[in-house]
């Protein structure tokens, strides 16, 4: 297995293979990883795992204690590139401060929220007294802390992202 037949099939499924970085080592026991590198912000880490990992990723473990064998595994690793996260963050936090420094505008008592953003796809709830954004997307639900710009600019990522 080499990283450019990961390429050519993601390349296949529609991804632009310039927005990733993959390397795939070989180590130890016959251990392969597999690891990814996103460089563009608004693909999704959980489709591009689901994808890899169903395709290659395979871990055996001991059926009584769990625990990971050694020896002709192959993990699956997906992440986003630090600097790009860092830069779409960095745009964004202006932004996010004035949503932060506004949140007394949404009205709401303590354990209740309000529609911050909605869509045919996500709904995205805001509870400005305990300063969480709750993301709902058909049966999933995920909630983010937006203590502060960077959080918050991180969720605006987020949400840019499930409605692109």
């Known amino acids: 297995m080499k990283a450019t037949d990961i390429k050519n099939e993601l390349k296949e499924l529609g991804y ?13 026991c016959a251990d392969i990883y597999i690891n990814v590198t996103v460089k563009n912000v608004m693909l999704s880490l959980d489709e ?22 050694q020896g002709g595994n192959t993990f699956v690793m997906v992440e986003y590139d630090e600097e790009a996260m860092y830069q779409a963050i960095k745009q964004r ?53 937006i203590s502060d710009s960077y959080d918050m600019a991180k969720a605006m990522i987020r ?3 499930l409605t692109a």
Request: proline share 1%; charged share 35%.
């Open 16 to 28: 632009n293979v310039k927005d990733l970085k993959i390397s795939v080592k070989h180590r130890g």
């Open 93 to 145: 936090k202006a932004d996010a401060q004035k949503i932060l420094d506004n949140l007394d505008k949404f009205e709401c008592e303590s354990g209740y929220g309000k529609i911050f953003y909605e869509d045919e796809k996500i709904k995205v709830y805001i509870f400005p007294n305990e300063k969480i954004l709750s993301f709902h997307q058909g049966n999933k639900q995920k909630r983010f802390s």
């Open 48 to 69: 591009i795992d689901s994808i890899l990992k169903e395709q290659y990723e395979s871990i055996d473990h001991d059926y009584r204690t769990g625990e990971i064998l």
């Open 159 to 161: 949400i840019e992202r």
